[in-house]
């Protein structure tokens, strides 16, 4: 289901099709998405490597503004006019995508972007520490697990377990700490986004990738990790994580 449409084109017209509910927020929350899913290498490669599962109910914490909801909304929207890169896989169509965010602006900026009523996307206030995460079939964290402490880690990882089926999924991303320079540069740019999102600058909790390995390994997952800086110089690593069928 394809007009053999050139990735980059492609990209460039779903960069459009995703920002444009963000428009209504304000320019932050327009300039914000832009930045993060034209230039996050994680967003293209979920899509590209067909990671996400095809249907089912998504649950992702610390989503912000939702900007992961609008990319899969409209990922789906053009599969289905039949504008689709030639080679990349069916995308996703989510039955319930929930969000979890602990920052009551972003929580408004997902408001003002999907509406109070969306048939398909909730975007709710609370912390990924004490929410119940309900049954779902996909979990995902980007860029979040860092900012409680390893206990608190711990604990979310085994609730997330239990939260999914087997086979269930589990993605997250973390910064890399035996990475060395690279981690620091990442950590550093972490602070900027945070501060320039409107929030005070967290403590970080991070690991070497070795460690978290081990740690969801020890939860019950089985995990495989890969590289997800892009070309930039930063210590960034995707761990798909699933419970053993």
């Known amino acids: ?20 509910p963000f428009l209504g927020g304000g320019r932050f929350a327009y300039h914000y998405a832009r930045g993060k899913l ?15 599962p095809e249907r089912g109910r998504f649950l992702d914490l ?10 899969l909304l409209s990922a789906r929207a053009l599969f289905e006019k039949g504008h689709w890169p030639t080679g990349w896989p069916t995308p996703p169509m989510p039955d319930q995508l929930r969000g979890v ?36 079939d996909l979990v995902t964290i980007l860029d979040a697990l860092h ?4 206990a608190g880690q711990e604990d979310v990882l085994r609730r997330i377990h239990a ?27 972490d602070h900027v986004v945070t501060f320039a999102r409107g929030h005070r600058l967290p403590k970080l909790y991070a690991r070497p990738l070795a460690d978290w390995r081990t740690l ?15 070309e930039k110089p930063f210590a960034n690593v995707m761990l798909v994580c699933r419970v053993p069928s």
């Not at 990209?11 to 099709?17: H, N």
Request: aromatic share 10%; charged share 25%; with cysteine.
């Open 101 to 136: 965010e602990l920052m009551q602006k972003d929580v408004e900026r997902a408001a003002r972007a999907f509406g109070v009523d969306h048939p398909v996307v909730r975007v709710e206030q609370g912390d990924m520490c004490r929410t119940d995460f309900g049954k779902v």
């Open 62 to 71: 610390g989503c912000g503004q939702g900007s992961l909801f609008s990319w």
């Open 216 to 230: 969801l390994q020890r939860v019950g997952f089985e995990v495989t990790s890969q590289n997800m800086s892009g």
């Open 163 to 189: 939260a999914l089926p087997p086979g269930g999924l589990f993605l997250t991303r973390i910064g890399d700490v035996s990475a060395g320079l690279p981690y620091h540069i990442s950590n550093w740019v």
């Open 1 to 20: 289901m394809s007009d053999s449409v050139s990735e980059n084109t492609f990209l460039k017209r779903l960069l459009d099709d995703a920002t444009r």
């Open 38 to 52: 034209g230039g996050d290498p994680i967003f293209r490669e979920l899509l590209r490597q067909g990671l996400l």
């Open 147 to 150: 900012y409680f402490d390893h």
